[in-house]
């Protein structure tokens, strides 16, 4: 096999954009071996733009053609684990899309059956992970270049999303067609680059608003404050509210700094001496002299990198590596049992939100599918009496 059959499950805006990629030879290793939409009125559409592609409304009978090697889910949350576990059961590999799944519980049930299947390849969509500027960002933490990480602080509110987004899909922010809002859709990339590159917190405490401004049942507003566990501390905000949003994220260390502008500009500053050997050794004339500006220079090393970003650029990255994996056995950028960290860490964040205190992880996965069922169930109950 020279080239991965894969089967796109879900002809919407995520699916139609792999299709094209394929289409336009862009990833040489994969070719489109079936389509699959239960919408009847998507197989004009993949008709039209993929003629001669096999087209199921049914995803089962789509893996029983014999016609796909792969699949990717481009389906509402819900629907990935499950997915996912009939393509593996049949030997056929997965790529989930972000996020695994909605809550941990279904994204575990994945990830132990992807063990009893090792030599089929199980991934998720994280290209994220591809990005040359934040595998930069890990490598600096991994090599402890800044040293031990005493804050992080990330502001990601460029998500705007007018109402009428919103009112596009019925499923789209809503508890039980998608799970969530703007941390199961949005910002699932940014919750898994955090804990990827910071690891993960102990303990979260989350201040969500729901409807704030835009008219969803769900979370548009969303600050978080993390505990690493050894005194370092963090906070994560996002919104889908904000025209001019912010992208920055800082790590702070006790040896130095990185800030992240736009997912595009690096600074980075290492301190000559750790900050605690200047606390315990600086003579106050030194820190006054510090403090009239005159030392910076003197006392870190300032490094400043600029990245390019080319849309589509890093999904193509990951489709390539998932059939790479296939075909060669190539390691996989991101795995698909890496999924359940991000999912767990915005499973933390809604259930801080939902009691008012602080929870700690491993969250009580019981719990927090509970309430989400309520969730759903008042949600249901409200749409039937509207």
């Given at each position: 096999m020279t080239k991965v059959r894969l089967g796109i499950i879900g002809l919407g805006q995520q699916g139609g954009a792999y299709g094209n990629m394929i289409r336009e030879g862009r990833i040489s290793n994969i070719e489109i071996g079936a389509i699959c939409d239960n919408d009847p009125e998507k197989k004009k559409r993949a008709d039209q733009e993929f003629p001669g592609v096999p087209f199921y409304q049914d995803y089962i009978e789509m893996l029983n053609s014999g016609n796909v090697d792969a699949i990717v889910t481009c389906v509402p949350h819900y629907l990935h684990p499950e997915m996912g576990i009939e393509a593996l059961e049949r030997d056929i590999h997965a790529l989930l899309e972000k996020p695994a799944g909605v809550y941990t519980k279904q994204v575990k049930e994945i990830n132990e059956f992807a063990k009893t299947k090792p030599d089929v390849t199980y991934a998720i969509m994280f290209n994220q992970r591809t990005n040359p500027l934040y595998q930069k960002v890990k490598e600096i933490i991994d090599n402890r270049e800044i040293g031990n990480i005493r804050r992080t602080n990330w502001i990601i509110t460029t998500w705007w999303r007018p109402q009428g987004y919103y009112d596009a899909g019925s499923w789209r922010a809503t508890w039980d067609g998608e799970g969530g809002g703007v941390l199961v859709n949005q910002?699932?990339?940014?919750?898994?680059?955090?804990?990827?590159?910071?690891g993960m917190p102990e303990k979260v405490y989350t201040k969500a608003q729901y409807g704030y401004q835009r008219n969803i049942p769900v979370e548009d507003d969303v600050t978080t404050i993390l505990d690493y566990g050894n005194g370092a501390t963090g906070v994560f905000i996002t919104c889908t509210?904000?025209?001019?949003?912010?992208?920055?994220?800082?790590?702070?260390?006790?040896?130095?700094?990185?800030?992240?502008?736009?997912?595009k500009k690096v600074t980075i500053k290492r301190l000559n001496k750790p900050e605690k050997e200047m606390s315990d050794t600086m003579s106050m004339q030194e820190v006054s002299k510090l403090f009239q500006g005159e030392g910076p220079g003197a006392i870190y090393q300032e490094e400043v990198l600029n990245f390019d970003s080319v849309w589509g650029g890093q999904h193509i990255a990951v489709l390539k590596?998932?059939?790479?994996n296939i075909l060669?056995?190539?390691?996989?950028?991101?795995?698909?049992?890496?999924?359940?960290?991000?999912?767990?860490?915005?499973?933390?964040?809604?259930l801080s939100s939902w009691l008012n205190k602080e929870v700690t992880l491993p969250i009580d996965e019981n719990q927090y599918l509970e309430e989400l069922n309520k969730l759903r169930e008042q949600e249901i109950r409200s749409n039937i009496h509207s």
């Open positions: 910002a699932p990339h940014q919750i898994d680059l955090l804990q990827w590159i910071c509210h904000d025209v001019m949003g912010t992208d920055r994220l800082e790590i702070h260390g006790d040896q130095g700094k990185i800030v992240v502008d736009d997912s590596n998932f059939a790479a060669d056995g190539t390691p996989l950028i991101a795995p698909g049992s890496d999924g359940i960290h991000g999912v767990e860490l915005a499973n933390a964040m809604h």
